[in-house]
C-alpha cells in the first residue's frame, strides 16, 4: 500500500536513527570497557528492589512489580535518584529494539510498569525505539509549573522525568541501572514539558569518553539528531502533530541536565511532603 509523504519520511528517519542508534558501538574495545567499569562505586550497602514480570505480555494483565526484603515496593519512591559519584538510578520502562509503550503506573499502588493504554487500547510505537527508555526515580514534572521562554512557557507534563540510555547492551525492563547523563531535550509534547535526558551506562565501553553533549557529537555523530527525530516523528502515523522542541532545539549539557534532574527531583520533594496537589497520582503513606 502507498504511504502518505509524512509516514514516509517517518520510514526514512527510523532507518537513519537505527543506524545512528548502531554508531555508538563501532569504538567500543576492551581498554575502553575497563575504564568505564572504573566509575561504577555504588555502595554495596545499598540494596535496590528487584522486578518481577506477572502475567502475560501483551495483554492488559502483564506488569512489572517490584519488590524489596519480601515487600511490595515502588520503583518511583523507593528507589533513590542518586547512585553516588554523579551518576543516577535508571529505571529501565522500554527495553530498546521493542515497541510496547510500557510505563510506569503513577496513579497505581505501588507504580508498576504496565502497558499503556489508549482508548481501551494497548499502545505499541509503529516502529521499535533504538535505545533504553525509562525514567528517574523521585523525580515528577510539576503540572503546576509554568516553564519560560525557553520552552514555551510549558507546564510539566505530570511524570517522572524520561531518560534515553544510548549504551550498547538491551537493558532489561524494570532493571535499574547507574547512568551518567550527557545532556537534555525540552521537548514540548500537546502543550506540556517533557524533558528527554540523554544517558549512557555507566560502565558501558564508551562511558569513559562520553561526559557531555559535546563528546557524544564528536564520537558518536548522529546520535542526538537521530533521538530529537525520532521523538519529533513518533506520534505522526496516528495523525498527531509533530513534537516541537524549546531551547532552539538545542540539545543542553551534562550540566544543564543535571540541574533540571535537580529541578524536578524538588518538585517531587514538594509532592511527596504534601506542598503540592497530588491529584490522582499515587503517594505511600507517610
Not at 505499541?124 to 533504538?130: L, N, P, W
Not at 505530570?158 to 532493571?175: H, Q, T
Not at 542526538?224 to 513518533?234: A, L, P, Q, T
Request: charged share 25%.
Amino acid at each position: 500500500a502507498d504511504q502518505s509523504p509524512q509516514k514516509g519520511t517517518m520510514a526514512l528517519l527510523l532507518a537513519a536513527t537505527f543506524a545512528a542508534a548502531h554508531g555508538i558501538t563501532r569504538g567500543s574495545n576492551l581498554a575502553r570497557s575497563t575504564a568505564a567499569r572504573s566509575l561504577v562505586r555504588m555502595a554495596d550497602t545499598v540494596a535496590l528492589p528487584t522486578a518481577k514480570a506477572e502475567g502475560e505480555p501483551g495483554t492488559e494483565a502483564f506488569k512489572v512489580t517490584f519488590s524489596s526484603d519480601g515487600k511490595p515496593v515502588s520503583p518511583w519512591h523507593d528507589v533513590p535518584l542518586e547512585a553516588g559519584d554523579g551518576l543516577y538510578n535508571f529505571v529501565t520502562e522500554i527495553p530498546k529494539y521493542t515497541t510496547a509503550k510500557m510505563e510506569v503506573d503513577t496513579k497505581a499502588p505501588n507504580n508498576p510498569i504496565v502497558q499503556d493504554e489508549k482508548k481501551g487500547k494497548l499502545r505499541y510505537y509503529h516502529g521499535c525505539i533504538f535505545w533504553n527508555y525509562g525514567c528517574l526515580p523521585q523525580t515528577w514534572e510539576d503540572p503546576n509549573v509554568k516553564g519560560d521562554d525557553d520552552v514555551m512557557g510549558s507546564f510539566g507534563d505530570n511524570d517522572p522525568i524520561d531518560v534515553v540510555e544510548i549504551g550498547s547492551e538491551r537493558l532489561e525492563m524494570g532493571s535499574i541501572t547507574p547512568v551518567k547523563p550527557l545532556g537534555v531535550l525540552s521537548m514540548i509534547d500537546d502543550g506540556e514539558l517533557d524533558w528527554k535526558v540523554i544517558a549512557i551506562k555507566a560502565d558501558d565501553p564508551m562511558a569513559a569518553e562520553l561526559n557531555d553533549v559535546s563528546d557524544l557529537e564528536a564520537k558518536c555523530p548522529g546520535v542526538v539528531s537521530g533521538i530529537r527525530e525520532w521523538f519529533r516523528w513518533y506520534k505522526t502515523p496516528d495523525d498527531k502533530p509533530l513534537n516541537a522542541f524549546g531551547h532552539g532545539e538545542r540539545c543542553l549539557g551534562a550540566k544543564e541536565a543535571k540541574e533540571v534532574i535537580a529541578e524536578t527531583h524538588g518538585f517531587y520533594k514538594a509532592l511527596i511532603e504534601g506542598k503540592t496537589d497530588k491529584g490522582k497520582l499515587w503517594i505511600p503513606d507517610k
